[in-house]
T-cell receptor
Framework: KNEVEQSPQNLTAQEGEFITINCSYSVGISALHWLQQHPGGGIVSLFMLSSGKKKHGRLIATINIQEKHSSLHITASHPRDSAVYICAVRMNRDDKIIFGKGTRLHILP | NAGVMQNPRHLVRRRGQEARLRCSPMKGHSHVYWYRQLPEEGLKFMVYLQKENIIDESGMPKERFSAEFPKEGPSILRIQQVVRGDSAAYFC??????????FGQGTRLTVV
């Protein structure tokens, strides 16, 4: 079992829909990252969380440390949000960052 | 403050040649991480360096791969005698310590 699990693996939605992507982890962490990777490959760091909730524009990220779970929400989704969203955690035991396999999001116009 | 800069963005090498990938961390960052993303796979940790020190290279293949982060200049990931299986996207991230890591745009290596 992977130490970082994301769901769903693939998600197709209509423009305007509210999107939720989930991330569960099984290790002790000091921080959790949400990353965005567009076709063509570059990675953009969206959020770094260690507790609570953060909001940036139409993006919201939450984390529940007790339940070892984080969610990334996109409100009023748009075709330009189409990308792979990756959850990554920094492990307490050795400071390494490990990654989920990503969620491929496709927003239809 | 420029972000993490990787170059080149795209690199084509013939089998048996050497590939050198560069990563300039953000100003003030002394921690560099290298990751590899094979086609259709997730990112995998390769090596963690601080200035002039390799802290953890547990994700590095045992042969042909090496990394350095000198006192001056960028971090270098070096792949000797490349093979087709080395074709991947290589990303680096930097951080000032045990805090947020910032990612570069990656170098896409193609071995022909």
């Amino acid at each position: 079992k992977n130490e970082v699990e994301q769901s769903p693996q693939n998600l197709t939605a209509q423009e305007g829909e509210f999107i939720t992507i989930n991330c569960s982890y099984s290790v002790g962490i000091s921080a959790l990252h949400w990353l965005q990777q567009h076709p063509g490959g570059g990675i953009v760091s969206l959020f770094m969380l260690s507790s609570g909730k953060k909001k940036h524009g139409r993006l919201i990220a939450t984390i529940n440390i007790q339940e070892k779970h984080s969610s990334l929400h996109i409100t009023a989704s748009h075709p330009r949000d189409s990308a792979v969203y990756i959850c990554a955690v920094r492990m307490n035991r050795d400071d390494k960052i490990i990654f989920g396999k990503g969620t491929r999001l496709h927003i239809l116009p | 403050n420029a972000g993490v800069m990787q170059n080149p963005r795209h690199l084509v090498r013939r089998r048996g040649q050497e590939a050198r990938l560069r990563c300039s961390p953000m100003k003030g960052h002394s921690h560099v991480y290298w990751y590899r993303q094979l086609p259709e796979e997730g990112l995998k940790f390769m090596v963690y360096l601080q200035k002039e020190n390799i802290i953890d290279e547990s994700g590095m293949p045992k042969e042909r791969f090496s990394a350095e982060f000198p006192k001056e200049g960028p971090s270098i990931l070096r792949i000797q005698q490349v093979v087709r299986g080395d074709s991947a996207a290589y990303f680096c991230a930097s951080s000032p310590g045990r805090v947020e890591a910032f990612f570069g745009q990656g170098t896409r290596l193609t071995v022909v």
